[in-house]
């Protein structure tokens, strides 16, 4: 992969606690040959927003209003928000780009996404962005915590044992979970420590809109068995936590890289809508299985995965769920 995109990939994860994987853009073969001359592009999902990188490592700094037409160009063959990056931008440019909101990133230095409401720049970066949403793995931290009761001496080291991410990852979520005001940290020896602060009512209050729904994709495919992972989700898991009726087919919730394991090795069939011989499959940004009751996601991440619902019998059902949390 292209050293700047690694780069920026790099920033995102340092600054944001959120972990990205730049892929080369197929969309590039669509443009003028001008466009494919002086950028290389990269595409990567950040904040369930899909982003196009426009990667220029040429000499030659070009004009705001040059890059604001290349934008435009590259727009015109992709409905993904367009982000221009730069190792450097000379800082009456930079300031020109930022008025016109033209999304800009110069790795180490500077984040402008007005779409996703960041804007992080060399004076603000000790103080760290506040993002508008929390990544997965601090949101399996804060969850964890709330079903858990967990103590005050949450520490990077005992989360990754309890759930199987790097301690590296751990530290990073400790970073975000600061940064929104959710936990403090502080140290005791050589071990960094998480404290909330706050008893798990009080947590939820805070941190529910700060967090997001786990489905990254809904899909329908033909009845298969998908091991332990699965986990019943959705309205089907609804069921068994209310009183709502259960759904004509099953509903299955697998982390990506479940996922994306199960598709390696079984023959998946997927189809455009639900029959009797099909399951809708759900694939989580976490694993559902770190939190799980039994069989079936856990209720918090249930409840994240569905509170968006308009549908009058699962807000009922909800309503009951939320009344049976543990606080």
Request: aromatic share 6%; net charge positive.
């Amino acid at each position: 992969m292209d050293t700047l995109a690694r780069q920026t990939a790099r920033y995102i994860r340092d600054t944001l606690g959120v972990e990205v994987v730049p892929v080369p853009w197929r969309g590039r073969d669509r443009l003028a040959p001008i466009l494919k001359e002086r950028y290389r592009f990269a595409t990567f999902r950040l904040l369930e927003t899909d982003c196009v990188l426009m990667l220029d490592s040429d000499e030659g700094e070009p004009s705001p209003a040059t890059v604001r037409k290349h934008m435009d160009l590259v727009r015109q063959k992709s409905e993904a928000v367009i982000v221009y990056v730069r190792p450097q931008v000379a800082a009456y440019n930079r300031k020109r780009l930022i008025e016109q909101k033209v999304p800009l990133i110069v790795p180490g230095n500077q984040m402008y996404l007005p779409m996703l409401g960041l804007d992080l720049r060399e004076h603000f970066r000790r103080a760290r962005v506040k993002p508008q949403k929390l990544g997965p793995a601090p949101q399996v931290v804060v969850l964890h915590a709330l079903l858990h009761e967990a103590g005050d001496s949450l520490t990077p080291v005992e989360l990754a044992r309890r759930l199987g991410y790097s301690a590296m990852t751990m530290t990073r979520a400790f970073d975000a979970l600061e940064a929104v005001q959710l936990g403090e940290t502080s140290k005791h020896g050589r071990e960094r420590c998480l404290r909330f602060g706050s008893d798990r009512r009080e947590l939820w209050k805070r941190a529910e809109p700060l967090l997001r729904s786990p489905v990254t994709k809904r899909l329908f495919i033909r009845r298969v068995a998908l091991g332990s992972r699965a986990m019943l989700a959705g309205a089907a898991a609804l069921a068994r936590y209310s009183m709502l009726a259960p759904p004509a087919h099953p509903i299955l919730a697998m982390g990506r890289g479940d996922w994306k394991a199960v598709r390696t090795h079984l023959k998946i069939v997927q189809v455009p809508e639900p029959d009797t011989e099909a399951q809708e499959i759900e694939v989580w940004s976490y694993d559902p299985a770190l939190l799980a009751d039994g069989d079936r996601v856990d209720p918090l991440s249930l409840y994240l995965s569905l509170r968006d619902s308009r549908d009058e019998r699962i807000e009922s059902a909800l309503e009951e769920l939320t009344r049976a949390f543990p606080w």
